[in-house]
């Protein structure tokens, strides 16, 4: 370039700072509206409870919306930065950031318990997260639970008897408590083994070191929440509603369990088994503020025994009892669920849900405008350095760069704090909206009479 024409360049960049300082400040103008309408997103997520795919309500008109401005803004003469490209900016991060707080693509959550499932959809993307798992920290296994093992008989009589005479061994051993995962809402024929369960039961509550006995319940879902089905009328009066908790999980739209409801919204008394015992070996269990517990299995899995074992074995091995929490449930295909961590017994789930809790380390959500304030900054980034005429390659790599810089620091947040920052959504959001820009930039250079980028965006 000739040196007379240096000067000319140098006061064509001014205008453009200026230009863009212009922008920037109506962008923060902006922003305090988009602060508010972000602040609804924690509103609309709880109004949507298991059923994500409802924000398509809202993320379809937006799309619309969007699409027309980016359509008028390719087809202007002279592609500006300005307020087509400022107003479109905050509604594409509002959908993205709807869509992350309602975690849309995962569709739905189902409950699901003993011999209920949910087959596994190929397009969820639940599973691309899971990475989060590998730098989540595990602790020790509490040394005070252990888990036995019971297989089912063919009649009601049969499982009950094995199970009073399971818990009178508890009591031989000073075991600290049992819990049940078995529904008793089917009554026996014969009522004298009702009776007997019952005496067992009563007999360990009144020991001078009381021995709880708490038992799952079936349930009949209902919207977002359950409804507890009742329980054999001849067992009501040893297993009160105080020692009933639900034994369910939520499963997402891949089919695998990440979390365990706590209570749900408006029934807070219909709590899970694992909240109860939890409780009970520690009072001072801290609860998520919403209710759902993603838990973390812990190093290694619990000790566990089956029945015949305890009941053939020596005193050496019913010792593994002693001072110890017994959870009692089925080792079986039926009662197994896929997880993060493969698939799981439900009883094995619930002990993770109970070491999660008295522990205080389960995973927790970023909050809402974590998403919405890296998708704003990344995006708006992307579209100053479009406008400053950034070759393609050159912001192709940046936002690589970026991206990397946000995966790391979602893996500290993780390994430290075992926050789950959901990168889905800002990394989508962040190319789908370069790539948005390099088509506008491409349509410009085929139209003839268009100026060059840098022209182009400030006239």
């Not at 078995?182 to 009144?206: H, M, R």
């Not at 017994?326 to 849900?353: C, K, M, Q």
């Not at 690589?400 to 959504?425: H, R």
């Amino acid at each position: 370039m000739p040196p007379e024409e240096l000067p000319n360049a140098t006061a064509s960049s001014k205008p453009f700072d200026a230009e863009l300082r212009q922008d920037l400040r109506k962008s923060l103008a902006l922003a305090f509206p988009t602060l508010l309408i972000g602040m609804s997103v924690g509103w609309l997520k709880d109004r949507m409870g298991n059923q994500p795919g409802q924000a398509l309500w809202i993320v379809i008109p937006g799309i619309v919306l969007l699409s027309l401005i980016f359509l008028r803004t390719t087809t202007r003469r002279k592609l500006k930065l300005g307020w087509p490209f400022l107003v479109f900016l905050p509604i594409y991060v509002l959908i993205f950031s709807i869509a992350a707080q309602s975690s849309l693509l995962d569709w739905k959550r189902s409950l699901i318990g003993y011999e209920k499932t949910v087959p596994p959809n190929f397009l969820a993307l639940n599973r691309l997260g899971d990475w989060h798992y590998w730098f989540a920290t595990e602790e020790p296994a509490d040394k005070d639970l252990v888990i036995v093992w019971l297989k089912p008989h063919e009649t009601v009589e049969e499982d009950r008897l094995q199970i009073a005479d399971l818990i009178q061994l508890a009591q031989s051993n000073d075991a600290k408590g049992v819990a049940l995962d078995f529904y008793f809402e089917d009554g026996a024929e014969d009522k004298d083994v009702d009776n007997l369960l019952c005496e067992a039961v009563d007999s360990a509550a009144k020991r001078d070191n009381p021995l709880p006995v708490f038992v799952a319940y079936n349930y009949k879902p209902k919207e977002d929440r359950l409804d507890p089905l009742p329980i054999d009328p001849d067992l009501k009066s040893c297993f009160p509603e105080s020692n009933r908790g639900h034994m369910v999980g939520y499963a997402e739209w891949d089919g695998r369990v990440r979390s365990v409801p706590l209570y749900f919204q408006g029934v807070r008394e219909a709590e899970s088994l694992s909240l109860k015992i939890a409780r009970k070996l520690d009072p001072q269990v801290k609860v998520p503020t919403n209710g759902l517990l993603q838990f973390i299995k812990p190093e290694k899995d619990f000790p566990a025994i089956t029945y015949e074992e305890l009941e053939q074995g020596s005193d050496e091995d019913r010792a593994i009892l002693r001072s110890r929490f017994i959870l009692v449930g089925e080792n079986s295909e039926r009662d197994s669920f896929r997880t993060p961590y493969g698939t799981r017994p439900g009883l094995a789930v619930h002990a993770y849900a109970i070491q999660s809790l008295r522990h205080n380390h389960f995973i927790t959500r970023a909050r809402w405008w974590i998403s919405l304030l890296m998708i704003f900054l990344l995006c708006y980034l992307m579209m100053v350095l479009t406008a400053r005429a950034v070759g393609n390659l050159k912001l192709i790599l940046i936002n690589l760069a970026f991206s990397a810089l946000i995966v790391g620091i979602a893996i500290i947040a993780m390994y430290l704090w075992l926050t789950w920052i959901d990168l889905v959504y800002p990394l989508l959001a962040t190319w789908v909206f370069l790539i948005a820009l390099l088509v506008m930039r491409a349509v410009r250079k085929r139209k003839p009479g268009l100026t060059s980028d840098r022209q182009g965006f400030n006239s």
